[in-house]
């Protein structure tokens, strides 16, 4: 079965086709990166207006590098939130064009349901499982018992963990996108400020405006004092409180749940700091830890044709109603 993949929720343009889930045929992306790094991050109306130029270009080459026609394609899945509601919107209206000249079934899916089934494409999700999403709009930690099927036990209460670190990296004078900068600097750095770690108790919750907080007081402080500050060994005390907040709520959710199965979702799950603490824990309390590859952290078309194909098989459809959410709960 090939599903055609359609995600616009950002500022990547990119449509995929998967096959029975798992396959990936072709991918195509056009990121507007280098146009929002001017601006210092995404400017949203910039955004939705070059996916209105990109979107037929990138349905021709999809399909082109498939060596497909959309004859070929069973259904079309695409992201409806949540996201930027102008960006969205022109995906979303491309689906239920292409869907209704062709006669295709639309499967409506969830943005952070594609993130978790981007995992798929490295190996067949195993049940039960934890999932830890962390991106520049999300931190959850979600239980899965079987296939499409989600219980979200914890997320952000304010910043979500790759804001944070794009607002760390502006104040410690990194350019956009701050959350690989910060990664490639803390590498070289040592952990030498004293930083808290954020909302360090029981819950699956988590919080990162107090630590950016603290990050631009300290930054402040020792200006006013004239101090310089060593850029990589703050990159590197930030990091290490991230890393250690989520490492340690998320092995104590997988001891919880007696679950031996963790997948890791999202862009801040390309983050080498991130994964090597991950690895290390799971390794020590033996749990299964998958990974994707770093093409398939950032958003992109595969990971919703993957995600829709089960949305399929579980008898998800919508109709040409379907209009995108900025913001709706993952279940």
């Known amino acids: 079965m090939y599903i055609l993949g359609i995600e616009s929720s950002c500022d990547e343009t990119s449509l995929s086709i998967i096959k ?12 507007q990166m280098d146009t929002h790094a001017y601006y210092g991050g995404v400017v949203p109306e910039i955004a939705s207006r070059m996916h209105v130029e990109n979107i037929t270009i990138v349905i ?57 089934y981007a995992n798929n494409l490295v190996r067949p999700l195993e049940f039960p499982l934890i999932a830890l999403v962390v991106s520049g ?28 670190y794009d607002k760390v ?17 803390a590498a070289t750095g040592k952990d030498t400020y004293d930083l808290p770690l954020p909302l360090n108790d029981d819950s699956y919750n988590f919080s990162f405006s107090g630590l950016k907080s603290a990050v631009i007081n300290l930054v402040h402080n020792e200006k006013q004092r004239g101090n310089e500050i060593i850029k990589e060994n703050l990159a590197a005390s930030f990091q290490n409180r991230v890393t250690e907040i ?60 993957a995600a829709g194909y089960y949305a399929y098989a579980k008898g998800l459809r919508a109709d040409l109603s379907l209009n995108a959410k900025a913001t709706m709960e993952l279940k």
């Open 169 to 185: 990296a502006r104040v410690i004078g990194l350019p956009y996108p701050g959350g690989p900068n910060v990664d490639r600097l």
């Open 20 to 31: 029975d889930g798992t396959v990936e045929v072709s991918t195509v992306v056009l990121s």
């Open 137 to 164: 709009g999300h931190t959850e930690l979600v239980y899965m018992k079987e296939d499409y099927s989600f219980e979200v036990l914890g997320g952000t209460l304010d910043d979500a963990v790759g804001e944070a």
């Open 246 to 305: 989520l490492t340690k709520k998320t092995i104590r959710a997988l001891k919880e749940r007696g679950v031996s199965n963790l997948i890791v979702a999202g862009g801040v799950a390309a983050n080498k700091g991130l994964r090597s603490s991950l690895k290390q824990a799971c390794d020590k309390e033996n749990i299964n830890l998958t990974i994707p590859e770093i093409k398939y952290c950032t958003d992109n078309g595969a990971m919703i044709g």
């Open 60 to 116: 021709d080459e999809v399909l082109k590098k498939a060596g497909m026609s959309m004859d070929d394609i069973d259904a079309i899945a695409v992201t409806y939130g949540p996201g930027l509601i102008g960006s969205l919107l022109i995906g979303l209206m491309a689906a239920k064009t292409l869907a209704f000249i062709y006669n295709k079934p639309l499967i409506p899916v969830h943005h952070i349901a594609g993130h978790i």
